[in-house]
């Protein structure tokens, strides 16, 4: 008699699926409208916060300034927190909350309250190579200011972005520590914007980023990224080009207890995350 067939059950490949969004929603630059691109460079100074606080929650905040033409224009301010939850060791959930001042002529024109929330899945810890993967929806306020002031009327827009990311191991650089090391972040982030106000920048921009990060130890590293970005702008036809420099410091502190020899080291899956906007 023949055996009945086994069911299995399917599972998701977050490579081909990830690889499959980028295509989808990269950029159409076919298109028959002249374009004007505007080419500029930007510096960028970042901290960031982790603290885990159980096994399965952790809390974390960046802060940032931003410049550009090589630190001569302030633009930009902006302060993160949030919290996650792991569900296992590859998945996060989380939610969080952004609010970012830009700047002109050294004043703030214009402030920014974003909620937003997120899935994370994360490469297999224990593989030396590995893709990850962050799914972001995000709920953006824009409230102008006069005067100092900032005003209660605002413009709405919602906007989703998917990242793709791998983090290589270069080298061990202290046989004494071990969690000395030198790492590679590449990582490619595309967003899309949606809402009444969005006529012309759909699409949002394109973010790729190489970073060499060192890592001191399970505590703290420093990253210093290169940042290509391509963005929209809200008139017709007009886009922007930048090359920043991304400086980033990252900090961890373990509440949970654990020993030493238990405790996994924070990465920062897309270095981080519009005008001049906060990542």
């Given at each position: 008699a023949r055996q009945p067939l086994k069911s299995t059950p399917m599972k998701i490949k977050w490579p081909v699926m990830g690889l499959l969004l980028l295509i989808l929603l990269w950029p159409n630059q076919d298109t028959a409208q002249e374009k004007e691109i505007i080419h500029r460079g930007e510096q960028w100074l970042q901290y960031n916060l982790n603290v885990i606080t159980s096994?399965?929650?952790?809390?974390?905040?960046n802060t940032g300034t931003r410049w550009k033409d090589s630190f001569e224009k302030y633009t930009l301010f902006f302060g993160r927190i949030g919290a996650g939850y792991n569900v296992n060791r590859t998945v996060r959930l989380s939610s969080g909350f952004t609010y970012a001042e830009l700047k002109r002529d050294g004043a703030t024109y214009l402030?920014?309250?974003?909620?937003y929330e997120e899935l994370l899945v994360r490469a297999n810890p224990t593989k030396k190579f590995g893709l990850s993967h962050r799914f972001r929806f995000e709920q953006r306020f824009h409230n102008p200011v006069v005067d100092g002031n900032i005003q209660s009327e605002n413009t709405f827009a919602l906007r989703f972005r998917y990242a793709l990311s791998t983090r290589i191991p270069i080298a061990t650089l202290s046989r004494e520590n071990?969690?000395?090391?030198?790492?590679?972040?590449i990582s490619?982030?595309?967003m899309i914007?949606?809402?009444?106000?969005?006529?012309?920048?759909?699409?949002?921009?394109?973010?790729f980023v190489?970073?060499?990060?060192?890592?001191f130890n399970k505590w703290m590293s420093v990253a210093l990224a290169w940042n290509n970005q391509f963005f929209n702008t809200s008139t017709a036809g007009q886009y922007v080009h930048t090359n920043a420099f991304w400086l980033q410091l990252t900090h961890t502190l373990h509440l949970a207890h654990k020993k030493d020899d238990q405790l996994v080291p924070y990465q920062n899956t897309v270095i981080p995350n519009t005008k001049d906007a906060a990542e």
């Open positions: 096994k399965k929650w952790q809390l974390f905040g402030v920014e309250f974003r909620p071990p969690d000395f090391k030198l790492n590679l972040g490619d982030e595309v914007n949606a809402g009444k106000e969005i006529v012309y920048n759909v699409f949002d921009k394109n973010r190489v970073s060499p990060t060192v890592q």
